[in-house]
């Protein structure tokens, strides 16, 4: 017979972790109107209007908007696909942006079969998620994307389609691919491949390749002005008063070690601990790393516990360090921290492993 105790502590745990979520996400909307919500989408919006006028969506590499983070750099897919939201006030679609967000990463938590409502109040509580709301930025799109690769790893157009659209809108979760060649999905890997070449080459020519030949120059420039400043190992390197070429170094060495463990687990029938190496080589070879990335870690998460424990809180020790930037001090390494423990209790061996009907 269960504990009265039991049911009072889940009770109550539930009560606060809504509470918060619940407080967290009004404030939020509190902010609807001022440039607070939405910053990263208010980007793509910029873009999209660019591409609606007949324009680029991209500055030239040497703006100064490059510098400051506000420049729209992702592949043209993204503002493509925002072009209708281009006909409503700027405010309103940053607001649009904000729920599509919550939404997706809702989203990926449900698609992955967690049902514990004080997993998606935890999730919506932590540091990387309220960032991600707050830019209203295509990681949590991200999230579910890759929560989608999983739940439809048993077919093959479905899964290439999924992973094929997720790469060619942001490039740093191209381990999928290697995830889904090294558990033997070949024709998944492949045509996941020419699928992410063909939408990448597509939605250039719809653009009438505006900004191609300056694009490497642009992303460049780009890592050169942030790179030192985010949580990525060139970050890291730079906070710890180091080359950023030991950055680099530890970036391949990591990233590489993570995609071998990807091929050797995969090969010896282990699915899900293949698949949470992938997701973690993503991070590991973004030059460019900021706490919203880390939202695509609550997939292998809820994977491994997808019943709440304090695991699901350890992503909220990120509300200790900026989200702006790498901060000083601690702070620095507590992404890295963050990372290492998901991806301990991720690898971990455990009876409590989410095991959602897969699609068919």
């Given at each position: ?5 039991l049911?009072?502590?889940r009770?109550?745990?539930t009560?606060?972790l809504?509470?918060a979520a ?5 404030g ?8 607070r919500?939405?910053?990263d989408?208010r980007?793509?919006l ?5 591409i609606r ?11 100064q908007?490059v ?7 992702y ?6 696909a925002?072009?209708p ?15 599509l ?6 989203g ?7 049902r514990?409502?004080r ?6 509580v ?5 960032n ?9 799109a ?5 929560a989608?690769?999983w739940?439809?790893r048993?077919t ?14 942001k490039?740093?979760?191209w381990p ?8 033997g ?6 045509l996941?491949?020419?699928?992410g ?8 020519t ?12 642009l ?13 990525s190992?060139i970050?890291?390197?730079?906070a710890l ?13 990591v990233?590489?070690s993570?995609?071998?463990a ?5 090969r010896?029938?282990?699915?899900r ?6 997701v ?8 460019i ?10 997939v292998?998460?809820?994977?491994a516990?997808?019943?709440?424990s304090?695991w699901?809180?350890l992503?909220s ?8 930037s790498h901060?000083d ?6 992404v ?8 301990y209790v991720?690898l971990?061996?455990?009876r ?5 009907v897969?699609?068919t």
């Amino acid at each position: 017979m269960r504990s009265p105790s039991l049911g009072w502590s889940r009770l109550l745990s539930t009560a606060v972790l809504v509470g918060a979520a619940a407080i967290l996400l009004v404030g939020l909307l509190s902010a609807a109107g001022s440039e607070r919500l939405g910053h990263d989408f208010r980007a793509y919006l910029i873009a999209a209007e660019a591409i609606r006028d007949g324009g680029s969506p991209y500055p030239s590499p040497e703006s100064q908007i490059v510098d400051e983070g506000r420049a729209y750099v992702y592949p043209p897919l993204l503002a493509l696909a925002v072009v209708p939201l281009t006909t409503v006030p700027t405010d309103v679609g940053a607001v649009v942006g904000f729920l599509l967000a919550l939404a997706a990463l809702v989203g990926a938590l449900a698609v992955v079969g967690v049902r514990d409502i004080r997993c998606y109040a935890a999730m919506l509580v932590s540091a990387p998620v309220w960032n991600a709301l707050e830019m209203a930025n295509f990681s949590a799109a991200i999230a579910l994307g890759v929560a989608l690769a999983w739940r439809l790893r048993s077919t093959v157009w479905p899964l290439a389609l999924t992973v094929g659209i997720a790469v060619s809108s942001k490039l740093f979760v191209w381990p999928l691919v290697v995830w889904t060649a090294a558990t033997g999905r070949y024709r998944a890997s492949f045509l996941a491949a020419i699928v992410g070449v063909l939408v990448a080459a597509l939605s250039w020519t719809m653009i009438g390749f505006d900004g191609l030949t300056e694009y490497p120059a642009l992303v460049d420039r780009l890592a050169d002005a942030l790179a030192g400043d985010s949580y990525s190992f060139i970050g890291l390197a730079d906070a710890l008063g180091l080359d950023p070429a030991a950055g680099r170094v530890a970036m391949f060495v990591v990233g590489g070690s993570l995609l071998a463990a990807c091929v050797a687990l995969g090969r010896a029938g282990d699915d899900r601990q293949a698949f949470t190496c992938a997701v973690a080589a993503g991070l590991a070879f973004a030059p460019i790393l900021w706490q919203h990335h880390l939202v695509i870690l609550f997939v292998p998460l809820a994977l491994a516990r997808p019943r709440f424990s304090a695991w699901w809180l350890l992503p909220s020790v990120l509300w200790l360090g900026p989200r702006a930037s790498h901060g000083d001090g601690f702070e620095p390494v507590l992404v890295a921290g963050v990372i290492a423990g998901i991806l301990y209790v991720s690898l971990a061996r455990t009876r409590e492993v989410a095991t959602p009907v897969q699609a068919t």
